[in-house]
């Protein structure tokens, strides 16, 4: 896709903290920058995750090791200097780009604007508009002088938006469910389809008792990692205790291995209902425009219920939906939350659900993406 801005060159760091998380975020960014004409060069503290997240690397993309201190013999800061989530870059690279300015600034005689960005994690709260795109001055060290500016994703036209590929739509399009199924080894019957990607959620248990007692067969596709653990753990204990809760074999599952990027994708568009966490899986499942349900990270001081009932605000989530969010984050315990959930319901879940995630995909849609913005915004600062 030719890109109507200027090329510019890109650094993106990014500490890994999980190998999902972060890293995925920012692969993806890499790869939506490089689609529209960026060169990025993405810096990592640990690229493990990307040998099967991203193995066939993108054009465009250079993936650099993060260490520290910095051998800097060979690297040319950027243009764009793009610090992920918080995460505190070397001094040495923050003197090179600063001076880097400097020079460029002295050649051309401009008064460059600083193009430093600190983008932020995923939220629909009501700060994120107001804090999109603020300067934050450097006050100290070798950047004491620039600023850096906070760059907010979110879902409305307030904020910098959600990464979506120039070609998401027409490979959806594109996408034969029956044959990625037989690929991953499930030769479909026409049996309900749910993904499952999540960390140990309160309502994994009440879930799977309440798909072996339906009339409807199901199977679980569940994802490699903590996912798989959470429902080995759950039916392994369930066959001690319970040797016929499943009697009928209403329920089965499918062990996923590590999906790449694109398979993950295709994950989502083959299920009926996907079960997502985190803030990557998330964007992807609205994408997919399904009816989801997120599984967000706890956190000790409750923020995330904070979080999560923002997004449901933002959702218009239905009362049933909203209802079955905090029963499967444990922030509202009570059985009807589940044992609602499919009951008399085409396809497994209620047609509001559907209706729901549909329309907050079209109004995305509408929306710019998130490095459409980034690349505009940058760009005014050259």
């Known amino acids: 896709m030719e890109s109507p801005y200027p090329q510019l060159n890109w650094d993106i760091f990014c ?3 999980d190998n999902f998380g972060d890293v995925g975020v920012c692969w993806r960014l890499a790869c939506n920058l490089a689609q529209r004409g960026q060169t990025v060069r993405l810096w990592l503290d640990d690229a493990t995750a990307l040998t099967w997240m991203a193995p066939l690397g993108a054009p ?29 870059i070397n001094p040495e690279f923050v003197a090179a780009y600063a001076y880097q300015i400097k020079a460029r600034g002295l050649k051309d005689g401009s008064n460059q604007k600083c193009t430093w960005v600190n983008l932020e994690y995923l939220s629909a709260e ?4 107001r804090c999109h795109g603020l300067p934050s001055p450097v006050m100290t060290g070798p950047g004491r002088g620039l600023s850096k500016h906070f760059f907010y994703p979110g879902f409305t036209t307030h904020t910098g938006g959600l990464l979506r590929e120039a070609d998401l739509l027409q490979r959806q399009t594109q996408f034969d469910r029956r044959a990625w199924l037989a690929q991953q080894g499930l030769h479909w019957q026409g049996e309900r389809l749910l993904s499952l990607f999540c960390y140990e959620p309160a309502g994994l248990a009440n879930l799977l008792e309440r798909l072996a007692s339906d009339d409807t067969a199901t199977c679980l596709l569940v994802t490699h990692g903590r996912a798989s653990a959470a429902v ?3 039916v392994s204990s369930k ?19 590590a999906l790449s990027q694109d398979d993950f994708d295709h994950l989502l568009w083959a299920c009926d209902v996907n079960f997502v966490r985190g803030e990557d899986s998330l964007v992807r499942a609205l994408w997919a425009g399904k009816p989801l349900v997120w599984h967000i990270y706890p956190q000790d001081d409750g923020a995330h219920a904070t979080k999560l009932n923002a997004l449901l ?23 009807d939350a589940v044992a609602s959930f499919p009951a008399g319901c085409p396809g497994f879940y209620p047609e ?6 549909r329309q907050a995909r ?7 993406t998130l490095a459409d913005q980034l690349i505009g915004f940058c760009t005014k600062s050259h």
Not at 74 to 80: C, E, F, L, R, S
């Open 126 to 129: 009501p700060f994120v508009e």
């Open 232 to 234: 080995q753990a759950i």
């Open 352 to 357: 509001d659900w559907q209706t729901c995630v």
């Open 239 to 257: 066959n001690s205790l319970e040797p016929l809760w499943n009697k009928r074999n209403k329920l089965s599952f499918l062990y996923l291995p």
């Open 15 to 17: 500490q890994v903290i």
């Open 60 to 88: 465009g993309v250079t993936v650099t090791h993060w260490s520290t201190p910095l051998n800097l013999s060979d690297i040319t800061p950027g243009n764009v200097l793009v610090e992920a989530f918080g995460c505190e």
């Open 362 to 368: 079209a109004k995305l849609l509408a929306q710019p």
């Open 313 to 335: 605000d933002w959702l218009q989530a239905p009362p049933t939906l909203r209802q079955f969010h905090l029963h499967w984050n444990g922030l509202a315990c009570t059985s």
